[in-house]
């Protein structure tokens, strides 16, 4: 089998809203999180964060497998599902879902930006859906670029 990469996103309901501003949130909870999923990029499953959306929603994952590493995919997608984590003893988030897909960059709209390699969807492109939880891409001169990639005045440059 040759490699194929997964989308795991992660949704995520807070305990205690009342303790923290939305954008201390997001950060504290991306930093703690990341931490402790790389343990899987160590364990044999290479795992990269891709995007992160709001107060208390989703923390999304780009993980790579193959054959070997395949049956990983599903202990990481399970690693926080149903269970409460303290974030610096002051808060508190629960895993209420996941949604995990592959991404087929035959049948759905992702692909690598042909500069620097980083996963995008097309938000030109109206069907198959753009992904949102992946990098802001477009087609230029007939390559998938990511946003920091395409030309400073394109439309979607970042
Ligand atoms: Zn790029």
């Keep these: 089998m040759n490699k194929k990469h997964f989308l795991v996103s992660f949704y995520f309901d807070l305990n205690s809203p009342e303790l923290v501003s939305e954008d201390a949130f997001d950060d504290e909870e991306f930093c703690k999180l990341s931490s402790e999923l790389h343990g899987f990029v160590y364990s044999g499953l290479q795992v990269e964060w891709v995007s992160s959306v709001g107060l208390n929603k989703r923390i999304s994952f780009v993980v790579e497998c193959n054959a070997s590493s395949l049956s990983l995919l599903e202990l990481f997608k399970h690693a926080f599902l149903g269970e409460t984590k303290k974030v610096d ?52 001169q007939g390559q998938l670029l990511c946003d920091v990639c395409l030309p400073d005045n394109h439309s979607w440059a970042f």
């Design 89 to 140: 003893g002051v808060f508190a988030i629960d895993c209420v879902g996941i949604i995990s897909f592959e991404l087929d960059t035959e049948q759905l709209n992702c692909g690598l930006c042909a500069h620097c390699g980083c996963w995008v969807s097309d938000r030109e492109l109206e069907l198959p859906k753009p992904i949102s939880e992946l990098s802001i891409g477009a087609v230029y």
